[in-house]
């Protein structure tokens, strides 16, 4: 079978797929946010402890580096997360009614003063462009929900990658913590 060029059917339907895909991989990229939840729930347990040790025993340059390393990773990992948390408008289609009815009035109305002049041919125009106008929306909302989904990808991506890069100084400093109690 072979697909013709000039056939807005087929686009609009493997855009309309696509968009629907795009959307189910924001609403997945999304539901990821418990996985770093849990890293800053685990690390939420001794954070006050080692804060409030840092000041209570004589100064220890490896301490001292461990929980400022952990500091950084952790601040940078958190920036993300808001990044990643903030909410954005996903854009809509316009309402079917747009296209159905304000917008093939308009066609109507430049082609011909009096509905009964419209012909079959005419009609057809009328309708290729709808739908042409209908796929370039279509394609609009794509683009902005692809960028939108892989930028929100990469600020998970970052935010996961420092909380886990910060457990290993936390590891240190919550070494710290336990031999001098």
């Known amino acids: 079978m072979s697909i013709s060029f000039y056939n807005f059917d087929h686009y609009i339907e493997a855009n309309e797929k696509r968009d629907t ?3 189910t991989e924001y609403d997945k990229t999304i539901s990821r946010v418990s996985n770093i939840l849990i890293i800053y729930s685990g690390i939420s347990a001794f954070l006050v402890s080692i804060c409030k040790d840092f000041y209570s025993f004589p100064f220890n340059i490896w301490y001292f580096t461990a929980l400022m390393l952990f500091g950084i990773l952790f601040l940078i990992s958190f920036v993300y997360a808001i990044r990643f948390l ?3 408008v ?4 316009l309402r079917p009614q747009r ?3 304000e917008l093939r009035s308009e066609l109507e109305a430049t082609f011909s003063s009096n509905e009964s002049e419209i012909t079959d041919d005419i009609k057809e125009q009328i309708n290729q462009q709808i739908k042409s106008s209908y796929l370039e929306e279509l394609k609009g909302s794509i683009d902005f929900n692809s960028k939108v989904v892989i930028r929100k990808q990469g600020y998970y991506n970052k935010a ?3 909380a ?4 290993f100084p936390f590891i240190i400093c ?3 913590y336990l031999s001098h109690k």
Not at 90 to 93: E, S, T, V
Not at 164 to 167: A, E, M, N, P, T
């Open 160 to 162: 996961l990658k420092h």
């Open 99 to 101: 296209y159905f009815g």
């Open 164 to 167: 886990i890069f910060c457990i």
């Open 21 to 23: 895909a795009i959307r």
């Open 86 to 88: 903030f909410p954005i």
């Open 174 to 176: 919550i070494i710290f």
């Open 90 to 93: 996903i854009p809509f289609l």
